[in-house]
């Protein structure tokens, strides 16, 4: 059982790059969850999800896009990334919006 | 705005010297309290839900306990692979509790020396 799996777990942009941080889940959960998480912070909601076409903002949405076309899949959209989005991002799935099962996370630099 | 703070940031221990980690916060009504291992380069990794005052969740060497304002990880004869950050998250029942939102702390960092 494979879980929470995202790609890539490593990646460099150069400023002004976009790229998009994939996320997908086998446990058939409805809700997803995108959260950032910066050095002695905690972590941060950036967007979640409770279905398939369904999303919103958390905390910290600004630079990021999301859909939700599928139950197993939340890709997580950088556009034109900045150095303030340099961070270990973390994807998140949950049955009942209760307990989350967490990725292993994408380390993200932007120079 | 909800507000969970843990203490230590960091904590050292001797490999069985008995500890507690402190969660305390601050919500318009605690729908879930949660507790989280992480290892470093790992995602956190559930361990713990309390629901309501007087609760406690024993797992091996951990046990949650949670009050009304705060929650305690006791970690009993810790040994150096309980080493890692411990996360404390609430969930806010009167703040969109169905869209499943946790508010994490910063975490404290145990590190637990033979």
């Known amino acids: 059982n494979a879980g929470v799996t995202q790609t890539p777990k490593f990646r460099i942009l150069k400023i002004g790059q976009s790229m998009t941080l994939q996320c997908t889940q086998d446990?058939?959960?409805?809700?997803m969850y995108w959260y950032r998480q910066d050095p002695g912070m905690g972590l941060k909601l950036i967007y979640y999800s409770v279905g398939a076409g369904i999303t919103d903002k958390g905390e910290v949405p600004n630079g990021y896009n999301v859909s939700r076309s599928t139950t197993e899949d939340f890709p997580l959209r950088l556009e034109l990334a900045a150095p303030s989005q340099t961070s270990v991002y973390f994807c998140?799935?949950?049955?009942?919006?209760?307990?989350?099962?967490f990725g292993a996370g994408t380390r993200l630099s932007v120079l | 705005e909800d507000q969970v703070t843990q203490s230590p940031e960091a904590l050292r221990l001797q490999e069985g010297e008995s500890s507690s980690l402190n969660c305390s916060y601050t919500v318009s009504g605690l729908r879930g309290l949660f507790w989280y291992r992480q290892d470093p380069g790992k995602g956190p990794e559930f361990l713990f839900t309390l629901y309501s005052a007087g609760e406690e969740k024993e797992k091996e060497r951990l046990k949650a306990t949670l009050t009304k304002k705060e929650s305690f990880l006791h970690i009993t004869a810790p040994k150096p692979e309980d080493s890692a950050t411990y996360l404390c998250a609430v969930q806010d029942s009167d703040r969109g509790s169905t869209l499943g939102r946790l508010y994490f702390g910063r975490g404290t960092q145990l590190t637990v020396w033979p």
């Open positions: 998140a799935s949950s049955s009942h919006g209760d307990i989350q099962y």
């Open positions: 446990m058939n959960h409805n809700y």
